[in-house]
């Protein structure tokens, strides 16, 4: 069934007889003003979301409590990186683009942390010169990298290591990424992590400050996190039965999960760390040792919930299926290029109309994008009232992460542009791509 789902769409939206309103303005007030597709962005939602973590955090941890580091992989700009900044938490950023995005709007360095498993020499001097909190090292050639760019820069860089703890995530394959056979990290169970550890010790420019583990994304069983954190803290443990003397911190990452369609429901961030708390309070309690500063990587959980897409319906197709059924094929203005998680992972998604109330019964329908490709699907299985037809608005929840941070140019297709909404006002914060803007880029 197709029908407004306050779980799944963003905090401030709503459907008011017969629209969809978001952040105090409506999908078809948005679309005249910014055409489709568009993203609209909840900004008192994600400004909330962002302080419910970092509130959470404290109220689990106390004086523990490190830095709720938001994820820019999952969707940043430079107005978002000032909310995260409003809001009074860190940035996790993977390359020199997401860290340059951070400089653009002077974000304080010393709450930003580093992250990526194959980062250039340009990446890591810019990050090291900026003075980036934490770079969180990733493999043996980057520990010399990192050593080797820190010394000639006269500085001692803070580091973690990234620790692959062989947790099994129960999340699609692709986003798994702390079990065994993976690119990132250092393995545990092949003493790949310890012997990082000695390594990191033995050079001068390098403060090894802690562990770092990231076990996959969109997951709701909260015992990965805990597996994840009895593992590092045995290693930590470890560290401390050796050299004498204690990290003071461990990263547990990201990867908390958030609803996509009715029936899933978002993590509570207060429920999750809490049962995380209790797990580590007991580990270290165990092991001996002091709870050290813990940290978080959320991403999704902050800016996914709080955006929605706009499409407009360009044309609807019926096609006959075995057995007498016919499934209608609706197809909006944008697609795989602006969200390419169904092809990808097949992620699924709500849609509704957002302009009208939908009349008459629903029918089997499949929305589609616009580009030339079978598998250019958003949404395989929807039941969507038989009235949608050309010209209607679509609108689909919780694209806020790894959509337009995902988005490419395929079929030459413009980017969508970005909208804040909150008190009933609308402000673009990344405008819509021109095709003049593609072919600037050619010689
Ligand atoms: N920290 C690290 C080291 C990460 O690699 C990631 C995500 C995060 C934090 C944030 O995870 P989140 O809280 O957003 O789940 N494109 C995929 C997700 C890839 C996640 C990559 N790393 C998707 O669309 O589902």
């Given at each position: 069934m197709s029908a407004f789902d306050p779980a799944v769409f963003s905090s401030n939206s709503s459907f008011d007889f017969d629209h969809l309103t978001i952040g105090g303005v409506s999908a078809t007030e948005l679309v005249a003003e910014f055409g489709t597709p568009l993203f609209v962005v909840d900004e008192a939602d994600f400004l909330a979301r962002a302080a419910a973590w970092k509130n959470a955090l404290e109220t689990a941890f106390g004086d523990r409590a490190g830095t709720v580091y938001y994820a820019a992989k999952a969707f940043i700009s430079k107005e978002i990186a000032r909310w995260v900044n409003r809001a009074g938490i860190g940035l996790d950023v993977c390359t020199g683009g997401e860290l340059a995005v951070a400089q653009a709007v002077e974000f304080s360095p010393t709450r930003i942390e580093m992250h990526g498993n194959n980062k250039s020499e340009a990446e890591i001097t810019l990050a090291i010169e900026f003075g980036v909190n934490s770079i969180v090292v990733d493999s043996f050639n980057e520990i010399e990298r990192v050593g080797r760019i820190a010394e000639q820069l006269g500085k001692r860089q803070r580091v973690l290591i990234r620790v692959t703890p062989g947790v099994e995530a129960h999340t699609h394959e692709f986003i798994s990424t702390a079990h065994e056979d993976v690119k990132f990290g250092f393995s545990l169970a092949s003493g790949a992590a310890w012997a990082a550890i000695l390594e990191i010790s033995q050079?001068?420019?390098?403060?090894?400050v802690g562990l770092h583990s990231h076990i996959g994304?969109?997951?709701?069983?909260s015992e990965g996190f805990a597996a994840a954190a009895r593992k590092l803290i045995g290693l930590l443990s470890r560290y401390r039965n050796y050299f004498s003397r204690e990290l003071p911190e461990l990263d547990l990452g990201g990867g908390y999960g958030i609803a996509y369609v009715p029936g899933e429901v978002t993590l509570d961030p207060h429920k999750v760390l809490k049962e995380l708390a209790a797990v580590v309070q007991d580990e270290c309690t165990t092991a001996k040792l002091a709870i050290p500063k813990i940290s978080i990587e959320p991403g999704r959980a902050i800016v996914g919930p709080t955006t929605t897409t706009l499409y407009t319906v360009g044309t609807t197709k019926e096609v006959e299926l075995d057995g007498g059924l016919t499934r209608r094929y609706i197809a909006v203005d944008g697609g795989m290029s602006d969200n390419i998680r169904p092809a990808l992972y097949g992620a699924e998604y709500l849609a509704i109309i957002a302009n009208r109330l939908p009349l008459g019964p629903n029918c089997n329908s499949r929305i589609v994008g616009k580009h030339c490709e079978s598998g250019d699907i958003l949404i395989r299985e929807i039941q969507l009232?038989?009235?949608?037809?050309?010209g209607d608005l679509i609108a689909i929840p919780a694209t806020g992460a790894y959509g337009r941070s995902m988005a490419s140019n395929y079929n030459h297709l413009p980017r969508p542009a970005v909208v804040a909404v909150i008190d009933g006002k609308a402000r673009l914060i990344v405008r819509r791509e021109s095709i003049a803007d593609l072919l600037a880029l050619e010689l």
């Open positions: 050079c001068a420019s390098l403060e090894l994304s969109q997951i709701f069983n009232s038989e009235s949608t037809q050309a």
